[in-house]
């Protein structure tokens, strides 16, 4: 628990020391465990790069996560990004370990200052999580600072 504590206060204490700040809320839906999934996220740009760190709760786990984006291209208004990570899951009661996340995203702006965001990701894990493997999307609302 120490762990996954320091963990997240050192990425919220670089992602706040950067210039632009984005928090956000999710639900989605984990298609392999066939539950919802809520969770809640900060992130920046570091050197042309989107990076988020994030928390998400379902029926059967806690992950934390910190992913990586980049846009590739723009659909409309739509920005589209290609995106690559490391989870670490807590699978309630049962075992903990991390996992690989790749996906795709795209966000909308919405307001000056708000943007909705759509992404698939695909989860693997170590053997010991990977009860928690699969496809996953989400939905969310971004705000920035």
């Known amino acids: 628990m120490i762990k996954k504590l320091v963990l997240m206060g050192a990425l919220i204490s670089a992602l706040t020391a950067a210039q632009a700040v984005e928090f956000g809320i999710t639900d989605g839906n984990n298609f392999t465990k066939n539950e919802n999934v809520w969770g809640v996220t ?15 709760r379902s029926g059967s786990s806690d992950t934390y996560s910190v992913v990586g984006a980049k846009d590739v291209t723009k659909f409309g208004p739509a920005t589209i990004a290609v995106k690559a990570g490391v989870a670490y899951a807590d699978i309630k009661g049962v075992s903990t370990g991390y996992a ?9 702006p919405l307001a000056k200052k708000v943007s909705a965001s759509l992404n ?4 693997a894990g170590e053997s010991k999580v990977s009860a928690q493997d699969g496809n996953r999307l989400a939905a969310g609302l971004k ?3």
Not at 46 to 54: A, L
Not at 100 to 108: H, K
């Open 42 to 56: 900060v992130g920046t740009q570091v050197k042309g790069y989107d990076v988020t760190g994030g928390f998400a």
């Open 100 to 108: 690989a996340i790749v996906g795709a995203g795209a966000t909308v």
């Open 120 to 123: 698939y990701s695909y989860q």
């Open 143 to 145: 705000y920035s600072f």
